[in-house]
Nanobody
Framework: QVQLVESGGGLVQTGGSLTLSCAAS????????MGWYRQAPGKQRELVAR???????NYADSVKGRFTISRDNAKNVVYLQMNSLKPEDTAVYYC????????WGQGTQVTVSS
């Protein structure tokens, strides 16, 4: 099994930046595609970015051009660099495996003030 721990969230003003980290442990050799998700209050969890083991990436339209996902396979860490943050980016951010998710971590709160 894989365990996931997200970190790096915080409070930032509109236009600011944050970098989130997701550390994986356990059966990491099985990890292929990884994704960053977010869940805003009262909304469903949504996938915002994904990355293959080889580094191919995809983004939701809402974050394209502002967010960058990357990974360090040697360290089993996935990152999400978030620039030009907007209040609508406020959410709890989670990482997980795709397409067979592991147990969800606690996530990391990102709050963007206007």
């Amino acid at each position: 099994q894989v365990q996931l721990v997200e970190s790096g969230g915080g409070l930032v003003q509109t236009g600011g930046s944050l970098t989130l980290s997701c550390a994986a442990s356990g059966s990491v050799s099985s990890i292929g595609v990884m994704g960053w998700y977010r869940q805003a209050p009262g909304k469903q969890r949504e996938l915002v970015a994904r990355i293959t083991r080889g580094g191919n990436t995809n983004y939701a339209d809402s974050v394209k051009g502002r967010f960058t996902i990357s990974r360090d396979n040697a360290k089993n860490v996935v990152y999400l660099q978030m620039n030009s943050l907007k209040p609508e980016d406020t959410a709890v951010y989670y990482c997980n495996l795709i397409p067979y998710p592991a147990h969800w971590g606690q996530g990391t709160q990102v709050t963007v003030s206007s």
